[in-house]
């Protein structure tokens, strides 16, 4: 049996893991305001959102701004002191740049009439066909700082080692370690740096898409918003997966991964914007839209959680259930600005998932799509943490023997967090589960013979079916799905 790819490719030509964890680009040109001493004889400046932790040179003392010049060699990246125009001394090295872990800094919102796409526009997280380019909108506010043309040289010896924490406690490769010579960079593409700005505003601001459909199944019916509104709220519920008698059915599952809003931009491209229009993505535009609208200009929204943000290989856990919060509020527009900080944090969240599906350059042709699905399972609002994985190319196997893997983790009432691993390669297939919780792992356990007989009824080879007490490992990189799982708790 052969497998047709049933979704788009997210595409990003030149997209480095850099960009995808708070990176800078090559070309860009930092201003940075000094904002007073720091600890062990460094200085504090500001850089837009972020604080850093500089070793200046001495003479540079008394200066209350700085430009910081990024630049390339080698595929590493560093920052680089660019002196004013009246000319600086060489003076000692600035030997280390910290990113502080401090919030960044609130920014107030305004909402004007939603943006058209335009032709040639770059855009960020955009799914798409294999190799193809897609125009389009990022879709949110870029950083006030703007990148320019290859920087100027840094003087000799006025350079700085550049390394940024890993607020979320997850694996981060690239811009951490990384380093640049001196002189300009290479061109730097509008999708690039797009990518770099989206990421780094969506970071602080992600929430999970529970947070959002939690409040609205709970007053759908009582809402005292306007009609704008309420319709954008029915759509997000429309499109959640409802578990009926505990089962969701293939044809229902393919539905809701298709309308999950990471393939929207594609979807407009191909010429299907009609149908883009319903998906999760284009709901939540709309609610952020009409409720801008009614409620106007609004101050900062605060971030509602901590989340790690959705990586390329990193299995998708859900440790906490989705919480409703135990009082709501009952004055109609201090729900609404409810509604909207929730909807800036799935907006956001939406985005880090397509960052998170752009191509691996490292790995050819090796497609993942990355989403989150809220489901309805007895009642409770909840989320399932979904990713989709296809095997490289390669020049041994057919297209159609390419294997694929599916791994998903979701937190219920009644079993904890739970999850699966499940392989494909034509009709052979591996299945784990597995269960934070003894009990319901056991629970897992004695329906073995049950879930081995439907697969097989299903015309499947069943090559080894695993169940697992405790989740999987915090970073675990897809084998390939003809490597089944010969293990058993």
Do not use: C
């Not at 004013?84 to 600035?94: F, N």
């Not at 200009?297 to 919060?325: D, F, G, T």
């Not at 893997?405 to 937190?411: D, W």
């Not at 784990?432 to 356990?445: G, I, V």
């Amino acid at each position: 049996m052969s497998i047709a790819s049933q979704f788009p490719v997210v595409a990003q030509p030149q997209a480095t893991s850099a960009l995808r964890t708070l990176a800078l680009v090559p070309g860009q040109q930092l201003e940075a305001k000094v904002l007073g001493p720091g600890l062990d004889g460094a200085t504090m400046v500001q850089v837009g959102r972020h604080t850093l932790s500089l070793n200046l040179p001495d003479r540079l003392a008394g200066v209350t701004s700085l430009t910081l010049a990024v630049q390339n060699a080698d595929g590493q990246l560093r920052l680089a002191l660019v002196p004013p125009a009246q000319g600086v001394a060489q003076g000692a090295p600035a030997t280390s740049v910290e990113i502080s872990r401090q919030p960044p800094m609130a920014a107030p919102l305004t909402y004007g009439p939603a943006a058209a796409p335009v032709a040639g526009a770059p855009v960020a997280g955009a799914a798409t066909a294999p190799g193809t380019a897609v125009p389009g909108t990022v879709g949110t506010p870029q950083q006030a700082i703007a990148p320019v043309g290859p920087a100027p040289s840094a003087t000799a010896g006025q350079t700085m080692q550049k390394a940024v924490p890993n607020p979320y406690g997850m694996p981060v490769s690239g811009i951490g370690n990384s380093t640049v010579t001196q002189g300009g960079g290479p061109a730097v593409s509008p999708s690039q740096v797009a990518l770099a700005q989206m990421v780094q505003r969506a970071l602080p601001a992600q929430a999970s898409l529970g947070a959002i459909t939690g409040v609205l199944s709970a007053t759908i019916s009582q809402l005292a918003v306007p009609e704008p509104v309420l319709k954008a709220a029915r759509q997000i519920l429309d499109n959640q997966l409802v578990a009926r008698d505990g089962k969701i059915e293939g044809a229902a599952l393919k539905g809701a991964i298709g309308r999950s809003g990471i393939f929207q931009e594609a979807m407009i491209a191909k010429g299907m914007a009609g149908e883009a229009a319903l998906d999760t993505k284009s709901g939540l535009l709309a609610l952020r839209q009409s409720l801008g609208q009614w409620l106007g200009n609004q101050a900062a929204i605060a971030q509602i959680s901590q989340l790690p943000p959705p990586m390329r290989h990193v299995h998708p856990r859900a440790r906490q259930p989705e919480l409703l919060l135990p009082l709501l509020p009952t004055d109609p527009e201090d729900m609404g600005r409810l509604l909207l900080e929730r909807t800036e944090g799935a907006l956001s969240r939406l985005r880090l998932h397509q960052n998170a599906s752009l191509h691996d350059g490292s790995r050819t042709a090796d497609s993942q799509w990355s989403l989150d699905l809220p489901v309805v399972y007895a009642g409770q609002q909840a989320i399932v943490h979904l990713q989709i994985h296809r095997d490289p190319q390669s020049e041994e196997a057919r297209p159609e023997d390419r294997g694929w893997q599916v791994r998903f983790a979701v937190n219920l009432a009644s079993l904890g967090e739970v999850g699966a691993q499940i392989s494909l390669r034509g009709l052979q297939t591996g299945i784990m589960l597995w269960a934070d919780r003894e009990d319901t792992a056991a629970q897992f356990s004695a329906g073995i013979s049950e879930l081995k007989q439907a697969l097989e009824e299903a015309g499947l080879n069943l090559g080894a079916l695993v169940v697992r007490n405790g989740g999987p490992s915090e970073m675990q990189a897809p084998a390939s799905s003809g490597q089944f799982l010969d293990e058993i708790r």
